[in-house]
Antibody, heavy 120, light 107 residues
Framework: EVQLVQSGAEVKKPGESLKISCKGSGYSFTNYWIGWVRQMPGKGLEWMGIIYPGDSDTRYSPSFQGQVTISADKSISTAYLQWSSLKASDSAMYYC?????????????WGQGTLVTVSS | DIQMTQSPSTLSASVGDRVTITCRASQSISSWLAWYQQKPGKAPNLLIYKASSLESGVPSRFSGSGSGTEFTLSISSLQPDDFATYYCQQYNSSPVTFGQGTKVEIK
């Protein structure tokens, strides 16, 4: 079974750093792009960026370029999303998802989500 | 960026109803469109890709159609498990973009 399992919920203060993870299993992790999607409370889905774990080729949505860093460690089939200095506006649910077909493509499956809460 | 606009934003329907959700793209995206279902507190789940291809395991009451700039997701006979929010997503060009969502509520 193809699965993406994300790290647990985080509560952080503004200005702190954070790295959340997404571990793939049941398929060849290096052969599929992984994407990150933000969902703010009560809102829709926003594509943040994608990474190809095979060679770490990374592409960002212009809206998120410079705001986050996407990385991957293919040796442990894990992708990451990180912030160097969190803001309250980063509070949201973050999903990773496997990209089908290419870049761009559609997403399947999705991780269960990681809730990030940033509050002083 | 390609803008995706769904209508309606909210839809009230009864079990057994046929429902249709529309997704319009700001420019032609050929058939590069996917549909997802999201239930409260859960991750989105793929229903349809390439505008009309049904994902394996998805009930046949779901269907997708359209090309170019106008697309529809139809549910032939609404079931209790189908009350959820539905999103379209274009993958014709980067950045991929999603519609704002359509919430299907119980009437």
């Amino acid at each position: 079974e193809v699965q993406l399992v994300q790290s647990g919920a985080e509560v952080k203060k503004p200005g702190e750093s954070l790295k959340i993870s997404c571990k793939g299993s049941g398929y060849s992790f290096t052969n599929y792009w992984i994407g990150w999607v933000r969902q703010m409370p009560g809102k829709g889905l926003e594509w943040m960026g994608i990474i190809y774990p095979g060679d770490s080729d990374t592409r960002y949505s212009p809206s998120f370029q410079g705001q986050v860093t996407i990385s991957a460690d293919k040796s442990i089939s894990t992708a990451y999303l990180q912030w160097s200095s969190l803001k309250a506006s980063d509070s949201a649910m973050y999903y990773c998802a496997r990209l089908i077909v290419g870049a761009p493509g559609w997403f399947d499956p999705w991780g269960q989500g990681t809730l990030v809460t940033v509050s002083s | 960026d390609i803008q995706m606009t769904q209508s309606p934003s909210t839809l009230s329907a009864s079990v057994g109803d046929r429902v249709t959700i529309t997704c319009r793209a700001s420019q032609s995206i050929s058939s590069w469109l996917a549909w997802y279902q999201q239930k409260p507190g859960k991750a989105p789940n793929l229903l349809i890709y390439k505008a009309s291809s049904l994902e394996s395991g998805v009930p046949s009451r779901f269907s997708g159609s359209g090309s170019g700039t106008e697309f529809t997701l139809s549910i032939s006979s609404l079931q209790p498990d189908d009350f959820a929010t539905y999103y379209c997503q274009q993958y014709n060009s980067s950045p991929v973009t999603f519609g704002q969502g359509t919430k299907v509520e119980i009437k």
